[in-house]
């Protein structure tokens, strides 16, 4: 069964500092990858996705997320996290439209 | 972008009652999606409608506890019925829009509370 495996339930950071947040899928097919946020109180909003080309993909907000598939990862970092960025992260992928799989989910709590 | 307008947005409800929770889209769409996300969890999806056709439920779900309609492409309902303090979750309306190479696109919403 397809999987994705997020290590980390809550990570916990300075403002300013650098963050990652850990992403393992499994699949035997290629897949799209993707990383959904969710604000408090929020529905969750697409913050950036791999579909294929560049394995290194950016946000708008300066998230950018490396797909590695010798690894079978699609981390996601910050190298300066505000504290605005604090929410819930889910990483999720599509097997080419036959299931789509969320993964637990990451709460990041940025501190002042 | 798909604008997806999800109502209620949060309710407390009564053990044994039920409660339908309306999605709405800006445009049509073909596939639209309902998820669970129970609380501290991720999403688990509940079912697939499509407009004309009966939704297509996931392992765990069934249509007795979860009726849903889907008179048009850009309208559908989720009904949580006979509630128990079990299905206090959040319920999430979903789209695909793959033309433009976002997936799924997502509403606000709806927390659900059962006393």
């Known amino acids: 069964a397809q999987s994705v495996t997020q290590l980390d339930s809550q990570v916990p950071v300075f403002e300013e500092a650098p963050v990652e947040l850990r992403c393992n899928y499994s699949?035997?097919?290629?897949?799209?990858l993707f990383w959904y946020v969710q604000y408090p109180n929020q529905g969750l909003q697409l913050l950036l996705k791999y579909l294929s080309g560049s394995t290194l993909v950016e946000s708008i907000n300066g998230f950018e997320a490396e797909f590695n598939k010798s690894q079978t990862s699609f981390h996601l970092r910050k190298p300066s996290v505000h504290i605005s960025d604090t929410a819930e992260y889910f990483c999720?992928?599509?097997?080419?439209?036959?299931?789509?799989?969320f993964g637990p989910g990451t709460r990041l709590s940025v501190l002042p | 972008s798909a604008v997806i307008s999800q109502k209620p947005s949060r309710d407390i409800c009564q053990r044994g009652t039920s409660l339908t929770i309306q999605c709405q889209v800006d445009?049509?769409?073909?596939?639209m999606f309902w998820y669970r996300q129970q609380p501290g969890q991720s999403l688990t999806l509940i079912a697939t409608?499509?407009?004309?056709?009966?939704?297509?439920?996931e392992s765990g779900f069934v249509i007795d506890k979860f009726p849903i309609s889907r008179p048009n492409l850009t309208f559908s309902t989720l009904t949580v019925s006979n509630m128990s303090p079990e299905d206090s979750s959040i319920y999430l309306c979903s789209v695909e829009r793959a033309g433009v190479g976002e997936k799924l696109f997502f509403g606000s919403g709806t927390q659900l509370s059962v006393l």
């Open positions: 445009s049509q769409v073909t596939m």
């Open positions: 999720a992928h599509d097997n080419y439209g036959q299931n789509f799989v």
């Open positions: 409608a499509n407009q004309g056709s009966e939704a297509t439920y």
């Open positions: 699949s035997s097919v290629s897949v799209y």
